[in-house]
């Protein structure tokens, strides 16, 4: 650890508080999560430090209680369809032939699909709770995780390394963890800190189309769009949201390069 | 290269019949979809008789795998059939509206795919210094905004408070080239920010992943600058990832960017579906879909494509 | 707005003669000199010639199309009156006045009516408009195979026939003392005989030039115009603006001289800024919680009593509308309409009361409201607000967000408790008949009463004024008493302009839609 750069550290504490803030926010915060305490987009100030939103919610009380709805959402969905994007993309690159092209071929129709109707149909038949949701942005994310997965796993699939091993009599799984996974990592590191703040914005996307996250909880990207329309007269307010869910994005991205860095570092140079 | 080729030919085959597949998913897709095109027309002013009046003179009545032959032998011959909420042909709604998606996915993309290569090039280059750090904070900042209110700022900044562009995005027939690029410039400004940082991170990404390759070390060795190592020996040997993330994103701003056309009141394509999707105009989502799903697929096909290419081994099979 | 804003801008606006205004003001209780100072600033100026005037409209779609029987949002009605005249049009005040019928006339039973129409008015075809033109339009709309939304309006209809070149006879299955003002509904525009309905053909102030559905319209004016006073500006191009941000920074650029549906929020912020004026016009459009007096819990008085009562209206009026709009009172006759019920005590908030009827009713447990922001704006927030409110008085209401896309057909008049809005209409019979008799198709409280039917049917034929508005006040009170509906509020219109537009005319019903022809440029 003691090889850890200073940005890498900055990374953690930023994680490490919003991790702090998203468990114990419900009891830190100065207001109830939808009580109604002031006026309409009021300024900052000692009593509401972050100013007030749309409504007259402290929006601070509003930041951290959506701390917790939306970055568990953005975690669980994104955890989620790495999971299921990177199995399905190595196993199409590693065995090949038909096995690939199956499942290529029908990411590629699922892909194709816009988002929106595919959103729209399936959150309309399904009932709009938060594991829908997760559910929903994970099939959906982990469509483009697997293109990239098995992208970076076909070169490295056809490197003589994992053919000594298959030769040697590896099994499939033996061959994905122990070969392929370690070799593509990197690229995929950085898609998992792009994905995660990807996730965010999805939300905040579904609140244009009136769903996502139930009111009267918080989510920062729903927050975003509930008050975007004060951007158009200077008012800083939607910022706020916004600016939270970018330092998160940053922190995580600067634990993301500290983690290729080593991921390279260890197989290249070790 | 006989085996590249037939590799092609059999990638294209399959693409043409992954677009046969969608095709019977969306139409299955536009049914299953709530509400009807009567009810979404008359809206709250949808009495039962109107509806059932409007259901007749629509042939809704008919069998759904009938429609769907229909649908398809239509748009094999060229006809992409009429809306139901207009009555006009939807190829001539969809023409000029799929120009000017394109166009706009166009110049963005001519912008924000080599800025984003370029970005990442010298990121990966000058790894871990404040200049990568700095690339790297930007752009993940612009990122974690969603776009229509990145879209928002720029509107406040540049229209509003500078008058510098246009707040409304509207172009004409009448228009020349450049009105038209300075009509765009703002939400053209808004999906490069978009995009970029997605490309750029990858791009760093797969460099960085390959500069530890054992041949890199060697060139290192033989005292090659690190520049021209980062362009010609390891560029080339992680163009597969990049061109796959370049892909995503250019699907992206042909297909996703409903959110900015209704921002800078674009007409685009994206509105066109959102609008029919509201409605319930069931042929003209599906002739949007259709549309939509081969980009896609052509996208897609074109990366795996140029992946085949691109990767040295596949490219010379040893035997 | 306070009355004298209002009265400001009324006198500046232009919009109305110098007497309408000296009327309104004494109507609103301005003593006649502050009146007349108002008056004596506004009306030196004469509306000018000339201009391409640019206005931003919402609720433009890329399905729309010219044909009025398809008519549905602000935006294509607002074009639909560009090209097109009504036989009747409303003032300011929602009374009916001549448009291309100069009189009408009901027999003594107000079963038949006769429209005398307007001599020497051409089309844009040059074509003279006559009699069989009004019956060829108004068919359109009627009949077995129609697919339009005025249908019902015109149900009633049982003979409709042209009696001379100029005079068209309406027959009608029951009495009927308002019948003129169906005529005023902007479906039925008026269009050559044989024409084709989607070709914008008509006799109204500006020729289409070119019509892209959901982006664009371009209007030059009819050099032919039969109206006097009206169409001021040479052009009119016509954007559809869906997004509210799109519609402000629009207009703050000056890429457009006027927009509609200004969200209340955002009106102070918006006033700041340079060259912008506000209008806010009082309407008789409301919002509302219709509840499903035919499913439980709501089948139950007390239960629908003791969410009248756990809403504070004037919190939500606050909030929501920012102070631009009026306090409802659970019954859906805005305060300016001749029948009017005054004396109907206003429902306040009172948790105490709220909770008595709550208990009282017997139910238990949460409550679930069916809500988004396709109801009305700020729909969303709305509940939230009243989730609040009712909390204080023990009733738990569960807020449950749905889709916008969907929410007409799948949650309004489907599910026991949502959120809805009515655009008010031109009279009271019209409001009543539309969405509170037992068979209307729009009940959306699906509240059914005999005696209220009767008395609205009576009420509907009374040609003696003092008769009538007893009948109309104990409907209201029926409805205010024992309907399903909580109407929290009455929203204004809210436009932003430029400050150099002036001329809009602030009807209560069918706010705006006529402005193409209404403004002109002050400099």
Not at chain 2, 237 to 253: E, Q, T
Not at chain 3, 69 to 79: E, F, R
Not at chain 3, 186 to 204: F, K, W
Not at chain 3, 283 to 291: C, E, I, K, V
Request: hydrophobic residues 50%; negative net charge.
């Amino acid at each position: 650890m003691r090889n850890t750069p200073l940005s890498a550290w900055f990374g953690f504490t930023i994680i490490a508080i919003y991790a702090f803030l998203a468990i114990f926010g419900p009891w830190i915060a100065p207001y109830g999560e939808s009580a109604i305490v002031g006026d309409v987009w009021l300024p900052m100030s000692s009593e509401h430090w972050l100013g007030t939103d749309n409504l007259g919610r402290d929006i601070l009380t509003r930041l951290l209680y959506g701390a917790q709805n939306t970055i568990a959402v953005a975690l669980a969905a994104t955890l989620l369809s790495f999971a299921l994007g990177m199995s399905l993309g190595f196993l199409a690159a590693v065995v090949g032939g038909f096995t690939d092209q199956a499942i290529s071929r029908s990411v590629d129709v699922v892909m194709s699909i816009p988002t929106l109707i595919f959103a729209l149909v399936v959150l309309s038949v399904l009932p709009s709770s938060t594991l829908v949701l997760i559910l929903v942005i994970a099939v959906l994310d982990s469509t483009r995780v697997f293109r990239l997965s098995r992208a970076v796993a076909v070169d490295v699939a056809v490197m003589d390394f994992v053919e000594v091993a298959r030769l040697r009599g590896e099994g499939l799984g033996w061959v994905i963890r122990r070969e392929v996974l370690p070799n593509t990592l990197p690229p995929l590191i950085a898609e998992f800190g792009l994905r995660f703040c990807f996730a965010f914005l999805f939300l905040s996307a579904l609140s244009f189309l009136g769903l996502g996250i139930q009111p009267p909880a918080a989510d920062w990207g729903g927050m975003v769009r509930d008050n975007a329309n004060a951007v158009s007269f200077g008012l800083t307010i939607p910022l706020i949201p916004a600016g939270a869910i970018a330092l998160l994005t940053v922190a995580v991205n600067l634990v993301v390069d500290w983690q290729l860095n080593r991921a390279s570092l260890l197989r290249g140079r070790a | 290269m006989n085996a590249v080729l037939r590799l092609l030919a059999q990638r294209i085959a399959l693409g043409a019949g992954s677009l046969l597949a969608v095709s019977v998913l969306i139409f299955l897709g536009t049914e299953i979809l709530p509400g009807d095109v009567a009810q979404a027309i008359l809206g709250q002013a949808a009495t039962p008789e109107a509806v059932a009046a409007i259901r007749e003179t629509l042939d809704l009545n008919q069998p759904a795998y009938i429609r769907y032959f229909d649908w398809l032998g239509g748009i094999l011959q060229g006809d992409l059939g009429t809306s139901l909420a207009n009555r006009r042909p939807i190829g001539e709604m969809i023409g000029e509206r799929l120009q000017n998606t394109l166009f706009l996915a166009a110049v963005s993309a001519a912008i924000a795919v080599p800025l984003a290569v370029f970005l990442g090039l010298i990121a990966a280059r000058f790894r871990n210094s404040w200049l990568d750090k700095s690339i790297s904070i930007a752009t993940l900042s612009t990122i974690s905004m969603p776009e229509f209110f990145v879209g928002y700022v720029l509107i406040f900044i540049f229209a509003v408070t500078l008058r510098w562009a246009p707040s409304l995005a509207s172009v004409y027939d009448s228009m020349s080239l450049g009105e038209k690029l300075y009509a765009i410039a703002l939400p053209c400004a808004t999906l490069t920010l978009v995009v970029v940082a997605h490309m750029m991170r990858l791009t760093r990404a797969a460099i960085i992943n390959v500069m530890s390759s054992p041949y890199i070390e060697m060139a290192e060795l033989k005292g090659v600058t690190r520049s021209r190592i980062t362009l010609y020996h390891a560029f080339p040997n992680a163009l597969s990832p990049i061109i796959n993330v370049v892909v995503l994103n250019l699907a992206y701003l042909v297909v996703g960017v409903v959110l900015v056309e209704v921002v800078f009141v674009y007409p685009g394509m994206g509105q066109l579906m959102v609008d029919a999707v509201a409605k319930r105009d069931v042929p003209v989502v599906q002739a949007c879909g259709l549309i939509f799903a081969a980009a896609y697929i052509l996208l897609n096909m074109t990366a795996d494509i140029l992946s085949i290419l691109s990767n040295p081994k596949l490219r010379h099979p040893r035997s | 707005m306070s009355k004298y804003d209002y009265l400001a801008w009324l006198a500046k606006s232009g919009g109305v003669t110098r007497r309408e205004f000296m009327n309104r003001a004494a109507a609103l209780g301005v003593t006649t000199a502050l009146a007349t100072s108002f008056a004596g600033k506004a009306f030196a100026q004469e509306p000018q010639k000339g201009g391409d005037l640019k206005i931003g409209i919402d609720g433009g779609e890329s399905t729309n199309s010219l044909d009025p029987a398809t008519y549905l949002s602000t935006y294509i009605q607002t074009v639909g009156f560009q090209w097109g005249n009504c036989l009747v049009e409303l003032d300011e005040n929602a009374k009916i006045i001549p448009e291309l019928a100069e009189s009408w006339e009901p027999s003594d039973d107000a079963t038949q009516w006769v429209f005398k129409l307007r001599k020497g008015v051409q089309f844009h075809n040059g074509k003279e408009m006559t009699a069989a033109d009004v019956v060829y339009s108004i068919n359109h709309h009627r009949g077995e195979g129609t697919e339009s939304a005025a249908k019902t309006y015109l149900e009633a209809i049982t003979d409709l026939r042209a009696t001379d070149t100029h005079e068209v006879t309406v027959t009608l299955n029951s009495a009927n003392a308002d019948m003129p003002y169906i005529m005023a509904d902007y479906h039925l525009l008026i269009m050559p005989e044989g024409s084709d309905p989607a070709s914008g053909v008509g006799t109204g102030p500006f020729v289409i030039e070119s019509f892209e559905p959901g982006v664009r319209t371009f209007a030059t004016r009819n050099p032919n115009y039969w109206k006097d006073g009206r169409a001021h500006v040479d052009s009119v191009e016509s954007l559809v603006l869906n997004d509210l941000t799109a519609r402000t920074s629009a207009l703050q650029t000056g890429a457009v001289h006027i927009v509609n549906r200004v969200d209340p929020k955002t009106v102070d912020l918006l006033k700041r800024a340079p060259g912008v004026q506000i209008i806010a016009v009082p309407s008789a459009g409301h919002y509302l919680f219709p509840m499903r007096t035919d499913m439980a819990p709501f089948d139950n008085k007390d239960m629908r009593l003791a969410l009248k009562y756990a809403i504070d209206r004037k919190d939500i009026v606050d909030k929501i509308l920012r102070g631009y709009g009026e306090v409802g009172n659970d019954h859906p006759i805005p305060s300016f309409d001749p029948f009017y019920a005054a004396d109907i005590p206003q429902h306040n908030y009172d948790p105490d009361k709220a909770k008595h009827h709550f208990q009282k009713s017997g139910a238990s447990g949460p409550i679930t409201l069916h809500i988004s922001n396709a109801a009305f704006t700020g729909a969303v927030d709305a509940a939230a607000l009243y989730r609040e409110h009712a909390a204080k008085a023990g009733i738990t209401i569960n807020v449950e967000r749905t889709p916008e896309d969907g929410y007409w057909t799948e949650v309004w008049m489907n599910k026991a408790f949502c959120g809805s809005y009515w655009g008010g209409r031109p009279t009271a019979d019209l409001m009543l008949s539309v969405a509170y008799k037992s068979d209307a198709a729009w009940n959306d409280s699906y509240w059914k009463r005999e005696d209220f039917d009767k008395l609205l049917i009576a009420a509907r034929g009374e040609l003696d004024t003092a008769k009538r508005k007893q009948m109309y006040h104990d409907l209201q009170v029926m409805i205010w008493e024992d309907g399903g509906v909580v109407i929290p509020m009455f929203n204004n219109y809210i436009f932003a302009g430029r400050d150099n537009v002036a001329g809009l005319v602030p009807s209560p019903v069918l706010t705006g839609l006529r402005m193409s022809e209404q403004l002109y440029f002050t400099s």
